[in-house]
């Protein structure tokens, strides 16, 4: 299916950056009139998917973080979020919830379990040492006629 | 970018969290909210969410973190006005909060 609209962002796996992506695709998205609340899981989700590159994939080093946002016919939104960092050796366990790598004082574990609770669909693909994508789908809610 | 202010009562103390609490913004606000706990060791740590527009599992971290830290001086800690963007994610982590909702968001 093709994309009826589409945007890629590059930028660096900087704390300060979580802010502007989920900004950047809320700014994006703004045309496509989404509710509040879908607007606010998405942000969320995409906040939860840039942290985890922020603080796992480049546990000791700034690196690149892709996002790529696309609005499909039937308003399904897609969000890929790419690093080339150190990868998720076992996917499935680090989707549980409560599991975490990070400091357990201040991380609580839970960024794949609200992406998983705020969008209809996450998708995690990972190698060791190559890096990881998650991919983020929600359908917007269908625009009101007034 | 977020911020706290701080305020007190006999032996709560009040922390008024506004902005948009991310994994960026909590380390400052964590560094704060130790400070005010270490130099004031309230018996309770009311953290208002009420100025809060956004926030992820970061927030979550931050909430169970201090509450550690509270319940280690003797204390604890109680969330109160959380908007409701906030309260999907603090339901999620099954973190009570109070009935009155916050912020300005519908």
């Given at each position: 299916?093709?994309?009826?609209?589409?945007?890629?962002?590059?930028?660096?796996?900087?704390?300060?950056?979580?802010?502007?992506?989920?900004?950047?695709?809320?700014?994006?998205?703004?045309?496509?009139?989404?509710?509040?609340?879908?607007?606010?899981?998405?942000?969320?989700?995409?906040?939860?998917?840039?942290?985890?590159?922020i603080v796992?994939?480049?546990?000791?080093?700034?690196?690149?973080?892709?996002?790529?946002?696309?609005?499909?016919?039937?308003?399904?939104?897609?969000?890929?979020?790419?690093?080339?960092?150190?990868?998720?050796?076992?996917?499935?366990?680090?989707?549980e919830p409560?599991?975490?790598?990070?400091?357990?004082?201040?991380?609580?574990?839970?960024?794949?379990?609200?992406?998983?609770?705020?969008?209809?669909?996450?998708?995690?693909?990972?190698?060791?040492?190559?890096?990881?994508?998650?991919?983020?789908?929600?359908?917007?809610?269908?625009?009101?006629?007034? | 970018m977020a911020?706290?202010?701080?305020?007190?009562?006999?032996?709560?103390?009040?922390?008024?969290?506004?902005?948009?609490?991310?994994?960026?913004?909590?380390?400052?606000?964590?560094?704060?909210?130790?400070?005010?706990?270490?130099?004031?060791?309230?018996?309770?740590?009311?953290?208002?969410?009420?100025?809060?527009?956004?926030?992820?599992?970061?927030?979550?971290?931050?909430?169970?973190?201090?509450?550690?830290?509270?319940?280690?001086?003797?204390?604890?800690?109680?969330?109160?006005?959380?908007?409701?963007?906030?309260?999907?994610?603090?339901?999620?982590?099954?973190?009570?909060?109070?009935?009155?909702?916050?912020?300005?968001?519908?």
């Amino acid at each position: 299916m093709k994309a009826e609209n589409s945007a890629r962002i590059q930028f660096d796996s900087l704390s300060v950056n979580e802010g502007f992506a989920r900004g950047a695709v809320a700014a994006f998205l703004a045309r496509y009139d989404p509710t509040v609340p879908q607007l606010a899981d998405i942000k969320t989700a995409v906040s939860e998917a840039v942290t985890n590159c922020i603080v796992h994939a480049y546990p000791d080093r700034v690196g690149p973080i892709t996002m790529t946002v696309a609005v499909y016919p039937g308003r399904l939104v897609r969000i890929t979020v790419t690093d080339k960092g150190v990868g998720i050796p076992d996917v499935r366990r680090a989707m549980e919830p409560l599991y975490t790598t990070g400091d357990p004082e201040e991380r609580s574990g839970l960024g794949f379990a609200v992406m998983q609770s705020f969008m209809d669909g996450v998708r995690v693909a990972s190698r060791p040492a190559r890096g990881t994508r998650v991919t983020l789908t929600k359908r917007l809610a269908a625009k009101e006629d007034t | 970018m977020a911020n706290v202010s701080f305020s007190a009562a006999g032996d709560t103390l009040y922390a008024y969290l506004a902005g948009e609490i991310d994994h960026d913004a909590a380390q400052s606000l964590r560094l704060a909210l130790d400070d005010a706990l270490a130099s004031r060791s309230p018996r309770t740590l009311v953290l208002d969410f009420g100025g809060v527009g956004f926030m992820d599992s970061s927030g979550v971290g931050l909430i169970l973190g201090r509450q550690r830290r509270a319940q280690a001086l003797g204390g604890g800690i109680r969330v109160q006005h959380a908007p409701r963007q906030l309260r999907r994610v603090l339901d999620l982590a099954r973190i009570p909060y109070g009935s009155e909702e916050g912020g300005t968001n519908p």
